[in-house]
Every structure is written in structure tokens, then in C-alpha cells.
């Protein structure tokens, strides 16, 4: 028998919103409840195998039901925008997987599945409707199945005549009776006011329906039968509301619901585009770096290449033509460069390609081979030269001389394309596709390096496209206005980063495990405090037992719940801390336990038995804004917030015996650039007369004088300031501020009527962005928004907020990039023992001899203050210390 599946897609995605964590793609977009819904859908087409499908969304507020009572779902707050933008990638995402969805103006979801669900039912169909909704048990029968979801949406409650009757002694007809007298408050639907489900069931247990019951309150007593009578009308009303209607004009044919299994070549690159890998691989496809699913047949080979294998033989050939070789290209395996295993590296002109094993390269055969390598005068293009430079090093061979890396441009040219491998931009620029790395080497744990004929031709086929893509980049930065960007500000700063990674940064491993051990008392001291107000040992870790504990033990109320059950992450803990003492000593205990595993344990692991010092890894070309992201480990993440955090930077230690280290922080780079780039005279003011900016923005908004200006109001107006700058909608504001959506909009509003000139910078990059399909920093970095002209207003207003935050957040990290390349300038100019260490966010840190703290500690924020001229003075506050704890 043919099995159709009919989802309530209003109903399942906002359960997937609300039980899923926060998550967003490369690009910035929120896709959690696109994930979780995709994962439910997974899940049910492998456990039902349906042979059709149909997921019915409501089309609008305003339905059929409104004529007659028009506060119908009433009260119901504004669909966040981190919601709303999701709606569409959804209905993508369907499409790409070949299944229907249907809307239809006037209609809720409701009516479009209980129309269908009859329809497949008279037909012979087995149905199974899936929704959160308890509304529709009213469709149920013998052929007709409805699947509530349970726990978020990671479970379902299967619902029969048999568990109806079970679960509320009714028939599925009677649950429309159900909702006239006890009402439901998510579709503002009244009811009787004092009638719950336990004394709805009874009456309708004795009476059988609303009318029947209406219709015996002369045997009833009390203030249920004065309800009853001075509310019978809500309660018919209520009845009609719930009831479904089953008339919806559906433009849907049974082979238009007909679903023939998610097609690799359709879902696999709409799966690319949202980044759900776990998907992909559950999935078990394979897709190309251009976001396409790869199969043999679409698989080109670039003209035969010819490659020569350097060896002792071949050496005077290559030796011949060094000087014309135009791309380099190294191969290595492995996530953390600094321990990657080298394949192998070619070097190539246009017309010949030579591989160089790493074998041959460390002997002393090829001296004139690292000779060239490290010669700075001569110019090297590749691919990556950033992780070649690492890899090199690490088999004491030196890089200089970096002048084009073809995955950096192409980070520049479009940072919001995460498929910058060699793959990704042939097919970018329709250049021949040539076989992917996992079909040359395997991949995962069936990864292995194959005989050097077939890795030297791969990689010369991989150098032969970089020469091609090259010249195609050099036009377009030309074109683009971005040479200066990068030329003089990434490439050199590449090399830099990678100085700064060798270079590394001493930990003090005693320090670091005695830290540890005074966590480990910390955790086990309050373990005990937990333990004896809670009356039980439980596992801490454990979100179900704590949640028991929390909330059936304890009795603390519910504030949100999860897929798993009770909610206790972060925020609902922060809630819920005046209620009960036990609940700070939890939110210490994880904030212990998560330094304890990731920044103690962590960084133990990273520490370099070689050099005693950590070495992370720098990303450039990984966020859209132009920002640095740290690896290996993560030093840019390191807590400051409490003391404890604090605490992991005392082991951070300058590398030399008597030497400081110095950090030098920018203050509030991204509001002094806002108030450059808007003009706004209350913003300018304030920077340029060295106010406090927050307490300035509280004086505005609030219309009070400095004296006047609480610590609330600072932090309110100090959550908005920073809000503004990242694009935080009402509803992001309302949760980082504990207030209502409605307050966070009028504080907001009132933001910007105090601040005109941000509301008109904000107004003018949006008819900028609409314009020209972009918007750039005050260095030219541009950021691509294709969805600024979108039909579809959520895609539309995700744009927005992008266009209006990316020119400060962009202009911020390109101002801290300008500063580390001209400090690397004045360190070698000057000729200066110092060495630059780390970037973290908005701060550099340096290592300095003592002779040279005098000096450095005026001439690092005097470069960081001049990096960049803008309307208003920008800020470098300089601390040093025996550690980077005393340094801050």
C-alpha cells in the first residue's frame, strides 16, 4: 500500500528553532532550524519509506478563522528574524530534495494536510501526519496515523484511534470538543475560563460534546456551571475554531506529492551551500568542491601533462628553468600544518612541470633547489604558500619571497565562497574539472599516498589549473580596485602570520598543571556544595539528570525544553539563578570544568615537545568579514570574563630568560570606525573628547546627564552600541538585555533617533549594497550580497543587516592588519629584538628584551594609532608583564 507523509512545516520548524542551538553557515546565515528539520525528515523517510510527501506551510496571519473572531492566534509574538530567514532556505531545500510543499492564502497548514489526509485515506493511502500540533488527532483513523513530536522534535508520539482512546478516553472526532472548553493559549482560542484538560475530559466523558454538555448545565453546580452558561458562546466558537476544514482547494497532484528518494545530484549542493556535512556523509555523498555532486562523468582531465620526477639525473633540467618557473605548488596531509605529512611539491612553468620528493629535497643533491626556495628576491606564486611556508619549515627548509597566493585572492575576490580549493575555482571560472584529492588519495581512514607517478601527475594537473586561475585573478583584482589590499596588506601579511606561528609562544607547563590542580580542587569542592543541596549525587554533566534534579526535585520552573527534555544550558541557568543558591554553583562548576578540559588538558596536548611552546595556526581566509580565526590551539578564545580565565594567560611566558611580554589592545575599534564611516556627530563627539562612549550613548537615549547615567543604563546602552555594530535584531537584543521584544525595539529606536547619522549610514549602504550587489570596506575589501534585491523578505532583510555591519566589522580587522604589517616594518627597520606573538581579536602581544620596553611601549600604539586615518583618533591601550596575564 502507498504511504503518504504530510508535515506541518510552521509547526516542526519553529519546534527546531527553539530546540536546536544556535547555528550559521560560513556566510553568516541561521540554519538550525533548517538542520534540525532536515534531520527529522531523514529520519522519517528512512523509518516510513513514504512513496509520496507533502510539507504544507501557512501562508499568512490572516485566515478564513479571523472573520469570525479576528484576536485568533492573537498575542503571539513577532517570528524572529533568526527564524523568519529560515523559511526560505527551507522550501529550497525541499525542492532540492523532490519533495512538494503547498501554501495557500487563507488556509492554515492545518487544513491543507487534514484536505489531503482524507483525500489519500479515500483513496486507499496509509497516512501519516506529523506535527506538534494536538489539534490534528481530530483526522485520525483506521488509515489515517498523526505523529506528534516529542522532546524538540528528536522524538514522536504515534497517535491511533487505539491511543487516543487510551491516552484521553475520546474519540478522534471529540478533540475539537476537547479544545472548545478547555481552549488553547498558543492560538489564543478561550475556551471556558477554569475548565483545564482534566475537567474538559470528565465532562466530555459524562456528555460526549460541547453542546451536549452546554446543553445539561442545570445538573452542574458552582463556578464551573457559571462559566459554563456566561461563556457557552466562547465555547462553540472555541469548537468551530479547532475544527478542521477539509474544503482547502489544493493545487497538488497525487504525482506531484510522489517521492522517488533524495537524488544526490539535486540535494547534495543545496546540502554544500547550508555546510551540513554530517548530512552529506549520512547521506553517503560525495560532492565536489564546487558545491556539485561529482561523478565520474563530469570529471574532465586537463590536456596530458608532462611531469619530470626530480632525482639526481633530471636536477640539471630543472636547475636549467628555475628561473621561468611561475607556480609552485606543496601537497601535505593533515588538518594542523605543523604536523602534516609532506607528499610532495611541483614546480612549474606553463609548458613543463617537475616534481620534487621531499626525499630529494632535504639531500645535498638539491642545495640549489632550497636555495631558490628561500631566496626572497625571487617571486613564488602557489596555492596556500601560508601552510607551504609551515610545512617547509618544519623540514628545515625555508620560504621567501611569497608574491601571489591563488587560494588567498581567491578569498579575496569572494570570501563568502567557501569552495576556494583548486577543484572549486576551476569550476568557478569553467576551466576543466580534474580528479578530486579523495578520489586520488581516499579519504578518512582509507587515506593513502599513492606511487609518485600518479601523485606527481595530480599535482602537476592541479599546478597547470593554478597558472590559468592566476591570470584570470590578476584581472579581476586589477578590476576590482584591489591589488593594493592584496599585494600590500595580505600577502605580506601571510608571511607574517607564518613567522609568528614558527616563532610560537612559551607556555610554562609547571604552572599550567599546578593551575589545573587548583581547578580540580575548585570542581571538587563545589561537586560537594551541589551534592549536599541537592540531597543526591547525580552526573553534573548530564543535562537529563540535571534537569530532574532542577526541576522535579527542586521544583524550579521551566523555562525552555529541549529535544532531550529539560533545557539547562547557559542562559536558562543565568535565569534561573535567583530562584535557588545550588544554581550559581553550577554555572561555576561548568565555567571551571570547560577550563579545566579545553584550556588546561587542551593546552598540555598542544604544547611542542620540541620547542616547550604552542604553535597555532592562523586562518585567513576563513571569515566573511576579513577577521583572523585561530587553530591549533585557539589562543583567540581563551576566557577573560572571570578570574579563573584570566588565570590560563599567567602561563603564557615570554621565551627568553628576563624579557616582558607587552599587549597592546585597540579600544572600541569597530564604534570609533561606525563613527568615521556614518559621520555621526553625537559619535564623534564623544571619541574625540575621550568620553566614555556608553555612558555618552546612555546620556542620549535615555535623555539624562552623565551623573545621572546607572550601571544598567551603561550596559543597556552598551549591549545596543555593540548590537549595532553586529546587526542584532530585536529579538537578539531582547535575550542579551532579559527584556521584552517590544522594549529592545523601542530602545533601539530611540538609539536612533538619538544617533542620525548611524541611521543614515545604515539607510544609504543598503541603497549602496541594492546598487551595486556589494558593499566594501575603507581598504576596498568587498563582501557580495546577492540576496540584497531578493523577492522574499527575510532573505532580504538578512542581506541588510549584513551590508550595514560588514564596511565596520570588515574596516576594524583590515585596521589590525594594517597595524601588524607596519609593526613588522618598524621591528626590522629599527632593528629591534621584539618579536609580534599572537593577534587576538583587537590586540597584538610581543615579546621584549628589557632594553627595549621603553621604546616599544611608545612605538606599538603609535603605529596601531596611526594605522589607518580616520575623522576620529584611534586607541591602543599598552600593558606589560612577566606573563600575559600581568600584561593585561
Same mark, same amino acid.
Given at each position: 500500500?502507498?504511504?503518504?507523509?504530510?508535515?506541518?512545516?510552521?509547526?516542526?520548524?519553529?519546534?527546531?528553532?527553539?530546540?536546536?542551538?544556535?547555528?550559521?553557515?560560513?556566510?553568516?546565515?541561521?540554519?538550525?532550524?533548517?538542520?534540525?528539520?532536515?534531520?527529522?525528515?531523514?529520519?522519517?523517510?528512512?523509518?516510513?519509506?513514504?512513496?509520496?510527501?507533502?510539507?504544507?506551510?501557512?501562508?499568512?496571519?490572516?485566515?478564513?478563522?479571523?472573520?469570525?473572531? +479576528?484576536?485568533? /492566534?492573537?498575542?503571539?509574538? %513577532?517570528?524572529?528574524?533568526?527564524?523568519?530567514?529560515?523559511?526560505?532556505?527551507?522550501?529550497?531545500?525541499?525542492?532540492? #530534495?523532490?519533495?512538494?510543499?503547498?501554501?495557500?492564502?487563507?488556509?492554515?497548514?492545518?487544513?491543507?494536510?487534514? *484536505?489531503?489526509?482524507?483525500?489519500?485515506?479515500?483513496?486507499?493511502?496509509?497516512?501519516?501526519?506529523?506535527?506538534?500540533?494536538? !489539534?490534528?488527532?481530530?483526522?485520525?483513523?483506521?488509515?489515517?496515523?498523526?505523529?506528534? =513530536?516529542?522532546?524538540?522534535?528528536?522524538?514522536?508520539?504515534?497517535?491511533?484511534?487505539?491511543?487516543?482512546?487510551?491516552?484521553?478516553?475520546?474519540?478522534?472526532?471529540?478533540?475539537?470538543?476537547?479544545?472548545?472548553?478547555?481552549?488553547?493559549?498558543?492560538?489564543?482560542?478561550?475556551?471556558?475560563?477554569?475548565?483545564?484538560?482534566?475537567?474538559?475530559?470528565?465532562?466530555?466523558?459524562?456528555?460526549?460534546?460541547?453542546?451536549?454538555?452546554?446543553?445539561?448545565?442545570?445538573?452542574?453546580?458552582?463556578?464551573?456551571?457559571?462559566?459554563?452558561?456566561?461563556?457557552?458562546?466562547?465555547?462553540?466558537?472555541?469548537?468551530?475554531?479547532?475544527? @478542521?476544514?477539509?474544503?482547502?482547494?489544493?493545487?497538488?497532484?497525487?504525482?506531484?506529492?510522489?517521492?522517488?528518494?533524495?537524488?544526490?545530484?539535486?540535494?547534495?549542493?543545496?546540502?554544500?551551500?547550508?555546510?551540513?556535512?554530517?548530512?552529506?556523509?549520512?547521506?553517503?555523498?560525495?560532492?565536489?568542491?564546487?558545491?556539485?555532486?561529482?561523478? !565520474?562523468?563530469?570529471?574532465?582531465?586537463?590536456?596530458?601533462?608532462?611531469? =619530470?620526477?626530480?632525482?639526481? &639525473?633530471?636536477?640539471?633540467?630543472?636547475?636549467?628553468?628555475?628561473?621561468?618557473?611561475?607556480?609552485?605548488?606543496?601537497?601535505?596531509?593533515?588538518?594542523?600544518?605543523?604536523?602534516?605529512? $609532506?607528499?610532495?611539491?611541483?614546480?612549474?612553468?606553463?609548458?613543463?612541470?617537475?616534481?620534487?620528493?621531499?626525499?630529494?629535497?632535504?639531500?645535498?643533491?638539491?642545495?640549489?633547489?632550497?636555495?631558490?626556495?628561500?631566496? $626572497?628576491?625571487?617571486?613564488?606564486?602557489?596555492?596556500?604558500?601560508?601552510?607551504?611556508?609551515?610545512?617547509?619549515?618544519?623540514?628545515? @627548509?625555508?620560504?621567501?619571497?611569497?608574491?601571489?597566493?591563488?587560494?588567498?585572492? &581567491?578569498?579575496?575576490?569572494?570570501?563568502?565562497?567557501?569552495?576556494? *580549493?583548486?577543484?572549486?575555482?576551476?569550476? +568557478?571560472?569553467?576551466?576543466?574539472?580534474?580528479?578530486?584529492?579523495?578520489?586520488?588519495?581516499?579519504?578518512?581512514?582509507?587515506?593513502?599516498?599513492?606511487?609518485?607517478?600518479?601523485?606527481?601527475?595530480?599535482?602537476?594537473?592541479?599546478?597547470?589549473?593554478?597558472?590559468?586561475?592566476?591570470?584570470?585573478?590578476?584581472?579581476?583584482?586589477? %578590476?576590482?580596485?584591489?591589488?593594493?589590499?592584496?599585494?600590500?596588506?595580505?600577502?605580506?601579511?601571510?608571511?607574517?602570520?607564518?613567522?609568528?606561528?614558527?616563532?610560537?609562544?612559551?607556555?610554562?607547563?609547571?604552572?599550567?598543571?599546578?593551575?589545573?590542580?587548583?581547578?580540580?580542587?575548585? @570542581?571538587?569542592?563545589?561537586?560537594?556544595?551541589?551534592?549536599?543541596?541537592?540531597?543526591?549525587?547525580?552526573?553534573?554533566?548530564?543535562?537529563?539528570?540535571?534537569?530532574?534534579?532542577?526541576?522535579?526535585?527542586?521544583?524550579?520552573?521551566?523555562?525552555? /525544553?529541549? +529535544?532531550?527534555?529539560?533545557?539547562?544550558?547557559?542562559?536558562?541557568?543565568? %535565569?534561573?539563578?535567583?530562584?535557588?543558591?545550588?544554581?550559581?554553583?553550577?554555572?561555576?562548576?561548568?565555567?571551571? $570544568?570547560?577550563?579545566?578540559?579545553?584550556?588546561?588538558?587542551?593546552?598540555?596536548?598542544?604544547?611542542?615537545?620540541?620547542?616547550?611552546?604552542?604553535? *597555532?595556526?592562523?586562518?585567513?581566509?576563513?571569515?566573511?568579514?576579513?577577521?583572523?580565526?585561530?587553530? #591549533?590551539?585557539?589562543?583567540?578564545?581563551?576566557?577573560?570574563?572571570?578570574?579563573?580565565?584570566?588565570?590560563?594567560?599567567?602561563?603564557?611566558?615570554?621565551?627568553?630568560?628576563?624579557?616582558?611580554?607587552?599587549?597592546?589592545?585597540?579600544?572600541?575599534?569597530?564604534?570609533?570606525?561606525?563613527?568615521?564611516?556614518?559621520?555621526?556627530?553625537?559619535?564623534?563627539?564623544?571619541?574625540?573628547?575621550?568620553?566614555?562612549?556608553?555612558?555618552? =550613548?546612555?546620556?542620549?537615549?535615555?535623555?539624562?546627564?552623565?551623573?545621572?547615567?546607572?550601571?544598567?543604563?551603561?550596559?543597556?546602552?552598551?549591549?545596543?552600541? #555593540?548590537?549595532?555594530?553586529?546587526?542584532?535584531? !530585536?529579538?537578539?537584543?531582547?535575550?542579551?538585555?532579559?527584556?521584552?521584544?517590544?522594549? $529592545? &525595539?523601542?530602545?533601539?529606536?530611540?538609539?536612533?533617533? &538619538?544617533?542620525?547619522?548611524?541611521?543614515?549610514?545604515?539607510?544609504?549602504?543598503?541603497?549602496?549594497?541594492?546598487?551595486?550587489?556589494?558593499?566594501?570596506?575603507?581598504?576596498?575589501?568587498?563582501?557580495?550580497?546577492?540576496?540584497?534585491?531578493?523577492?522574499?523578505?527575510?532573505?532580504?532583510?538578512?542581506?541588510?543587516?549584513?551590508?550595514?555591519?560588514?564596511?565596520?566589522?570588515?574596516?576594524?580587522?583590515? @585596521?589590525?592588519?594594517?597595524?601588524?604589517?607596519?609593526?613588522?616594518?618598524?621591528?626590522?627597520?629599527?632593528?629591534?629584538?621584539?618579536?609580534?606573538?599572537?593577534?587576538?581579536?583587537?590586540?597584538?602581544?610581543?615579546?621584549?628584551?628589557?632594553?627595549?620596553? !621603553?621604546?616599544?611601549?611608545?612605538?606599538?600604539?603609535?603605529?596601531?594609532?596611526?594605522?589607518?586615518?580616520?575623522?576620529?583618533?584611534?586607541?591602543?591601550?599598552?600593558?606589560?608583564?612577566?606573563?600575559?596575564?600581568?600584561?593585561?
Amino acid at each position: 500500500m502507498e504511504k503518504l507523509i504530510l508535515i506541518d512545516g510552521n509547526s516542526i520548524i519553529y519546534r527546531a528553532f527553539f530546540a536546536m542551538p544556535p547555528l550559521t553557515n560560513s556566510k553568516g546565515l541561521h540554519t538550525n532550524a533548517v538542520y534540525g528539520f532536515t534531520n527529522m525528515l531523514l529520519r522519517l523517510i528512512q523509518e516510513e519509506k513514504p512513496s509520496h510527501i507533502l510539507v504544507a506551510f501557512d501562508a499568512g496571519k490572516e485566515t478564513f478563522r479571523h472573520e469570525g473572531y +479576528k484576536d485568533y /492566534k492573537g498575542g503571539r509574538e %513577532k517570528t524572529p528574524h533568526e527564524l523568519s530567514e529560515q523559511f526560505p532556505l527551507m522550501r529550497e531545500l525541499l525542492e532540492s #530534495f523532490g519533495i512538494a510543499w503547498f501554501e495557500l492564502s487563507g488556509y492554515e497548514a492545518d487544513d491543507i494536510i487534514g *484536505t489531503i489526509s482524507k483525500k489519500g485515506e479515500e483513496s486507499g493511502r496509509q497516512v501519516l501526519i506529523v506535527t506538534g500540533d494536538k !489539534d490534528m488527532l481530530q483526522v485520525v483513523s483506521d488509515n489515517v496515523k498523526v505523529a506528534l =513530536t516529542r522532546k524538540g522534535i528528536s522524538e514522536v508520539e504515534p497517535y491511533g484511534p487505539k491511543e487516543i482512546e487510551e491516552r484521553y478516553g475520546l474519540r478522534p472526532e471529540q478533540i475539537i470538543d476537547l479544545k472548545g472548553l478547555m481552549g488553547d493559549t498558543s492560538d489564543n482560542i478561550p475556551g471556558v475560563p477554569g475548565i483545564g484538560e482534566k475537567t474538559a475530559l470528565k465532562l466530555l466523558h459524562q456528555y460526549g460534546s460541547v453542546e451536549e454538555v452546554l446543553a445539561h448545565t442545570d445538573e452542574m453546580k458552582g463556578k464551573m456551571k457559571e462559566n459554563l452558561v456566561n461563556h457557552a458562546e466562547d465555547a462553540r466558537m472555541s469548537k468551530k475554531l479547532a475544527t @478542521i476544514f477539509y474544503e482547502v482547494p489544493v493545487e497538488r497532484s497525487w504525482e506531484d506529492m510522489a517521492f522517488a528518494g533524495v537524488q544526490e545530484d539535486k540535494a547534495a549542493p543545496m546540502l554544500h551551500r547550508l555546510e551540513f556535512k554530517s548530512l552529506l556523509e549520512r547521506l553517503d555523498f560525495t560532492v565536489g568542491t564546487a558545491g556539485e555532486a561529482t561523478s !565520474d562523468s563530469n570529471v574532465q582531465s586537463l590536456t596530458e601533462v608532462d611531469v =619530470t620526477i626530480v632525482d639526481t &639525473a633530471t636536477l640539471p633540467e630543472l636547475k636549467e628553468l628555475l628561473p621561468q618557473i611561475e607556480m609552485m605548488y606543496v601537497e601535505s596531509y593533515g588538518d594542523n600544518p605543523h604536523h602534516a605529512i $609532506a607528499m610532495g611539491m611541483t614546480l612549474s612553468t606553463p609548458e613543463r612541470h617537475f616534481f620534487v620528493p621531499f626525499d630529494f629535497l632535504k639531500s645535498k643533491e638539491a642545495e640549489v633547489i632550497v636555495a631558490w626556495l628561500g631566496d $626572497a628576491s625571487v617571486p613564488k606564486r602557489g596555492y596556500d604558500l601560508h601552510r607551504a611556508d609551515l610545512v617547509l619549515h618544519w623540514l628545515g @627548509i625555508t620560504l621567501a619571497g611569497e608574491e601571489h597566493d591563488v587560494q588567498l585572492a &581567491a578569498y579575496l575576490l569572494d570570501p563568502t565562497d567557501n569552495n576556494q *580549493t583548486t577543484s572549486g575555482l576551476a569550476a +568557478k571560472y569553467k576551466l576543466p574539472i580534474i580528479a578530486s584529492d579523495e578520489e586520488v588519495y581516499g579519504k578518512g581512514a582509507k587515506f593513502k599516498v599513492p606511487d609518485q607517478e600518479i601523485l606527481s601527475k595530480h599535482l602537476a594537473r592541479k599546478a597547470q589549473l593554478l597558472l590559468q586561475i592566476m591570470e584570470l585573478q590578476r584581472n579581476e583584482l586589477e %578590476k576590482n580596485e584591489m591589488n593594493r589590499l592584496f599585494y600590500e596588506l595580505e600577502m605580506p601579511l601571510s608571511r607574517i602570520l607564518a613567522d609568528m606561528e614558527k616563532q610560537g609562544v612559551a607556555v610554562n607547563r609547571d604552572d599550567l598543571i599546578q593551575l589545573g590542580k587548583e581547578f580540580e580542587s575548585q @570542581i571538587a569542592k563545589l561537586m560537594k556544595q551541589i551534592y549536599e543541596i541537592a540531597g543526591l549525587e547525580f552526573n553534573l554533566n548530564s543535562p537529563k539528570q540535571l534537569g530532574e534534579v532542577l526541576f522535579d526535585k527542586l521544583g524550579m520552573p521551566v523555562m525552555k /525544553k529541549t +529535544k532531550t527534555g529539560y533545557s539547562t544550558d547557559a542562559e536558562v541557568l543565568e %535565569k534561573l539563578a535567583p530562584y535557588h543558591e545550588i544554581v550559581q554553583y553550577i554555572l561555576d562548576y561548568r565555567q571551571l $570544568a570547560k577550563l579545566q578540559s579545553t584550556y588546561v588538558e587542551g593546552l598540555l596536548k598542544e604544547i611542542s615537545p620540541i620547542t616547550g611552546k604552542v604553535h *597555532t595556526y592562523y586562518r585567513q581566509t576563513i571569515a566573511a568579514t576579513g577577521r583572523l580565526s585561530s587553530q #591549533f590551539p585557539n589562543l583567540q578564545n581563551i576566557p577573560i570574563r572571570m578570574e579563573e580565565g584570566r588565570k590560563i594567560r599567567k602561563v603564557f611566558v615570554p621565551s627568553e630568560e628576563g624579557w616582558f611580554i607587552l599587549a597592546a589592545d585597540y579600544s572600541q575599534i569597530e564604534l570609533r570606525v561606525l563613527a568615521h564611516i556614518s559621520e555621526d556627530e553625537g559619535l564623534q563627539e564623544a571619541f574625540l573628547h575621550d568620553l566614555d562612549i556608553h555612558t555618552k =550613548t546612555a546620556m542620549d537615549v535615555f535623555g539624562v546627564s552623565a551623573d545621572q547615567v546607572d550601571s544598567n543604563m551603561r550596559r543597556s546602552a552598551k549591549a545596543v552600541n #555593540f548590537g549595532i555594530v553586529y546587526g542584532i535584531s !530585536d529579538y537578539g537584543l531582547s535575550q542579551n538585555l532579559n527584556i521584552t521584544r517590544k522594549e $529592545a &525595539a523601542q530602545f533601539i529606536e530611540k538609539y536612533f533617533q &538619538a544617533f542620525g547619522g548611524v541611521r543614515r549610514y545604515m539607510d544609504d549602504i543598503v541603497l549602496e549594497a541594492k546598487r551595486d550587489g556589494y558593499v566594501k570596506t575603507l581598504l576596498e575589501r568587498r563582501r557580495y550580497l546577492p540576496e540584497i534585491n531578493a523577492s522574499n523578505f527575510n532573505i532580504r532583510s538578512f542581506a541588510e543587516r549584513t551590508a550595514m555591519n560588514t564596511p565596520i566589522q570588515g574596516t576594524a580587522a583590515d @585596521i589590525i592588519k594594517l597595524a601588524m604589517v607596519l609593526m613588522d616594518e618598524a621591528l626590522k627597520k629599527q632593528g629591534l629584538k621584539s618579536r609580534m606573538l599572537l593577534q587576538v581579536h583587537d590586540e597584538l602581544v610581543f615579546e621584549v628584551p628589557p632594553e627595549e620596553m !621603553d621604546i616599544m611601549s611608545k612605538l606599538v600604539p603609535e603605529i596601531m594609532g596611526q594605522a589607518l586615518p580616520l575623522s576620529v583618533p584611534l586607541k591602543a591601550e599598552v600593558s606589560s608583564g612577566l606573563n600575559w596575564y600581568e600584561a593585561k
